[in-house]
């Protein structure tokens, strides 16, 4: 299980922003109330496969990535990419005001409750659900987004306005089955 932002809108392109809205969610106290701890958190698309990156590239990896290097992001010849754990609270503090700071180094800033862009465009955000299940589980999610300045809501759907939204990539966020 896992959310996907839909890149091909221009305002989810930005690393800072996707971090951002990752950082609002609190995995730790979900797991803890809503899923009695059953759930460990996945770090890649390629969890428990010989694909997921851990540590730092080896000799193989830097020969194939050295002639790029000027093309690839700096984060590539460091350690894999690990998700931060939360405190458990259901608000982390120190997450959510690092949320806030990516934004505004994405050249998003704070009118009011919401962040606006230099055009005064807010930053809408919806995710879209066809199940009530998730209705309950990213309410938290949204809540810590309104919070940090994301216009954040939830929108359920029936499945086959789910299925048909999902192929034509009009929506936001959504979950997906890996």
């Known amino acids: 299980q896992a959310i996907a932002l839909n890149q091909r809108q ?6 800072r922003v996707r ?38 590239p080896d000799t193989a990896e830097l020969a194939l990535m050295e002639p790029l290097r000027d093309k690839l ?35 998003w800033t ?17 995710i879209l659900v066809d199940d009530e299940g998730f209705v309950r589980i990213y309410s938290p999610w949204v809540e810590n987004m309104v919070a940090v300045g994301f216009d954040a809501t939830i929108r359920m759907v029936d499945s086959a306005q789910h299925q048909a939204r999902q192929a034509d990539f009009d929506f936001d966020l959504i979950s997906m089955a890996l």
């Open 19 to 56: 971090r951002a809205i990752a950082l609002s969610f609190d995995f730790e106290w979900t797991n803890k109330s809503l899923f009695y701890g059953l759930y460990e958190r996945s770090q890649s698309c390629f969890e428990k496969s010989e694909f997921k990156a851990s540590g730092l």
């Open 73 to 107: 992001p700096a984060d590539a010849f460091a350690e894999a990419f690990a998700l931060p754990s939360s405190n458990g609270s259901g608000r982390d503090r120190k997450l959510l005001g690092e949320a806030s700071k990516l934004m505004t180094e994405a050249g």
């Open 110 to 126: 704070r009118a009011g409750k919401f962040f606006q862009n230099g055009k005064g465009e807010t930053f809408k955000l919806e």
């Open 10 to 15: 221009e305002r989810f392109r930005d690393v």
